[in-house]
């Protein structure tokens, strides 16, 4: 039988135990991802990469992680376009703090994207360089606009562009590089041009060239290879 006093003292005791403040929770880490600059091929657009972002959102990125860079893609791919690239990945850089990037091209894109890594500096600000359906080693189907066109003729094979890529190393730095290719691509001829010495080379099978920017084995292929 508890006398007045002790009541007094257990009341008092659960009243101070009720205004106790609660545990600090640990905040829940925030996780970050290299910011993601994709380069569209020839004759495209910053539109093409719709459901690869979209893709990427619903694995936990961020708008603010996403860049579509659009180019003039009747330029010259080692005198023009790939210094715009590093100028806009150095803009991407500076907007995000980021010390680097990951780089995902599509076709024309992947030379302007490889000329900037290699001749360019990007061996230094590139983690992750990803090629869909890139004329790797040249495309006999640019001879179609190479009259016309200066991209055209960097994508020919024996061009001054193909051969200088592929002269020495042809994935050079601490970068890490993957190709995926089609075995009926109709537009890089032939298909082998894609794969690259040193590089993860995914074939996808029998898929249209654009139509691997859909696809949603390439794309999940490109989610696993940029969370390496």
């Not at 640990?26 to 979209?54: C, K, M």
């Not at 150095?90 to 000329?115: E, N």
């Not at 298909?191 to 654009?210: E, F, M, Q, R, Y």
Request: include cysteine; proline fraction near 5%; aromatic fraction near 8%.
């Amino acid at each position: 039988m508890l006398t007045p006093r002790q009541k007094l003292l257990a009341l008092l005791t659960l009243c101070l135990a009720l205004l106790a403040p609660l545990p600090a929770r640990a905040a829940a880490p925030v996780q970050s991802h290299n910011p993601v600059v994709f380069i569209h091929g020839y004759n495209a657009d910053p539109g093409v990469w719709g459901g690869l972002r979209e893709d990427l959102r619903a694995a936990g990125y961020t708008d603010s992680e996403l860049f579509s860079w659009g180019y003039d893609t009747h330029q010259s791919v080692n005198e023009v376009l790939s210094g715009q690239l590093g100028a806009y990945v150095d803009q991407v850089r500076r907007q995000t703090g980021a010390a680097k990037v990951d780089v995902v091209a599509h076709s024309l894109g992947s030379l302007v994207g490889r000329w900037y890594v290699k001749f360019g500096g990007g061996t230094a600000t590139v983690d992750h360089w990803v090629s869909l359906a890139g004329p790797n080693h040249g495309t006999s189907t640019a001879w179609a606009c190479a009259l016309w066109h200066q991209a055209c003729r960097d994508m020919t094979p024996g061009s001054y562009v193909v051969k200088n890529l592929n002269s020495g190393d042809e994935t050079p730095g601490a970068v890490k590089y993957a190709t995926f290719w089609s075995n009926c691509d109709e537009v890089v001829n032939p298909d082998s041009s894609v794969p690259l010495a040193g590089a993860a080379n995914t074939p996808v099978g029998c898929i249209k060239h654009n139509d691997l920017l859909g696809d949603d084995a390439t794309s999940a292929g490109v989610r696993s290879f940029l969370a390496s």
